[in-house]
């Protein structure tokens, strides 16, 4: 028996009311048993009353005050008009004391089982209508109803699971006095806190209106269960510890941006809010360039950052290196005081041997190199707010730069794709956080953005593993064009494309150049380069050798650079000869010019570092022209 007693009460009460049932029924039933039917405790309902305070249910959302029913209401259940002088102004129900109890029926009402009998306990009148006195006043009382709701019978039969007497909803009103005391006494609901300011004064004010609204007292509001977070309105602390945070890591700019989903993004990310990377474990510029150092190395009327004319270029990187700390001690040049300048409009290639940095020189501009990297130098971004992209923390390039001010078609594009949504999913969340484009026009959108990158429409639902090379080449070029960004990085847009298809990418990024966009172009392809290309930039051993205007570099007078002129004449359109030897490891860099290794031109005077003059860095740069 132990086992049936530590049954929950409920399902006491539920067997109870089966065998009852039954048995009214005059059908067999289950015959009561101990294990069907186990002994009611005595005392009523203790089962309730022994709940401890905490599993006890909370309170139902319900309106302390009586309700009215809007007339048309009334009408459409064809229910009598309330009698005039009874309950108009919310006088309770109070069932005789002899109709009170629990079971206590009207001695004169018809028995349970009579025919027609009226599922609230009274035959339905004959001429159809129901009427409010028609129905047993101990079957109203028992629910909370009252007689004068003139729906009250059409209620729910009985109250939810896990309600309690609405202690409020049926007191009467009180002594004024006492109620006034009582509202400010009352604490404020642990769900809502405390209120602050102005709320505070709002609330006093209800209180001191109590006589002349409806209301009783204020409920109290759900209490938060024992150890779990509170409600997400917190009007108090939780407000400012946001504003705090937001405060610390966004410029104002954005901080004031006035669209709602603008709004929501930082909101979200601002929820990422963790405490800012140790140093080594994450892109941390170590060694910020003296002022005075990035001074001099300026371009005549360049300014530092918050003094820039607006005409400015659209990127200027000054100095920027990038090392990369190994395992004991060493480290890796993988960018060594690279300079150089991009205007709005203009497309700058960056070409050189395998391994010589290009790829670093990009992460490092997006802020996306590994924790081992440490950078130096400084890379403006424009237009207008000039942005130090070394410099600047993770929280500003993922909200402001990074798809909004400068785009990137990565080099491998599948493992910068997410894999486990589609490439239409991804295209449109693209859409929707970058550009104001309503839900509905999402579709489309995307589907407009992969056209642009000459991605095939019914590949858009295949997952980054379900495509080829070249088509996850394209879903990241489409990715990358669909914010528009000021300027667009593309490392190695045509790798694995084509003839046609590098013809079209290139198409495309020529044409994002020409609508005012600068383009920093990566590539082996110099083909693709000369078509693109106004500038090129060649890199060898993490160092800029060159740079010169692409018409110049491609036709006459030549590369002036040894390295440069023989990379183009390593082209089978060309020359086609390799230029002999290896480029140096990048951990083990020579003090001198890192190319004199393998040029036939080099002489005791390469031992000295040249410097980028006059768009090359040689020794014998006039010799290789006249060459
Ligand atoms: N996380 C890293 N840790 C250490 N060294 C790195 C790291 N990433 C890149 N490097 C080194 O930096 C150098 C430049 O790499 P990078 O990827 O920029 O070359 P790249 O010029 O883009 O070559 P490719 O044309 O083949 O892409 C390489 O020597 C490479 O080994
Ligand atoms: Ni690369």
Redesign the pocket.
Known sequence: MADTHARPARHQDRAHRRVRRAGRRGGPGRPPGPAALPPRPAGGRPDRQARPAERRPPLRHRRGGPRRAPAQRLRAARLPPRRPGRGARGQRYRAPRRLRGRGARRPDGPGRDAPGRHVHGRAAPADGHLHRRDVPAGHLARRGLRRTHPLGVHRPHRARRGAVAARQAVRGRRDLRRRLADARRLAPPAARGAPAGRARGRAHGAACHLARVRAVVPRPGHPRPRGQPRHHDQRGQGLARHRRMVAHAVPRTVHRHPHPRHRRTRRRLAGTDQPPPPIGAGPVNDAPTAPGRRDGLREPGAGTRGQEPAEGPLLSVRELSVR?L?PGGRH?A?VNSVSFDLAAGECLALV?E????????ASALLGLL?G??RTRGSALLGPGDRVDLLGAGETVLARTVRGRRAGLIP?SPAAHLTPVRTVRAQLEETVRELRDVPRGGLRAAGEAAAARAAFPADHLDRYPHQLSGGLAQRAATALALVGGAPLLIAD?PTTGLDRDLVDRTVDELRGHTDDGHGLLV?T?DLAAAERMADRVAVMYAGRLVEVAEAPAFFGRPGPRHPYARGLLDALPERAFTPIPGLPPE?DALPDGCAFAARCERATGVCRTLPALTGGVACHHAEEAVDA
């Open positions: 990369f190994m890796v993988a050189g395998s391994g010589c940095g290009k790829s670093v020189l590994p081992n990297a080099q190695e990566i082996h990048l």
